[in-house]
């Protein structure tokens, strides 16, 4: 089990560095990805679906939201 929490203390270090070079709408992207998989595991758990495709669906749908956000004119 510590093995395991190392792995993932790695992994979000290595996350967050990866993403200091990159644009916003790069950002953007990722975030809404991110969420959308969380989101969309979170629901297929609760509807008693599976959750690894939840959190594909969610994350390509979080992607594609993100990236629009990014995209949009200013107002």
Partial sequence: MKRVAWMGVVA?????????SMTSQQ??????AAIGAAAGAGIAAIAGGSGWTGAAIGAVAGGVAGNMRANRPPQ
Wanted: proline share 0%; net charge neutral.
């Fill in 12 to 20: 979000l270090v290595a996350g967050l560095i990866g993403c200091t």
């Fill in 27 to 32: 950002q953007s992207t990722a975030s809404g």
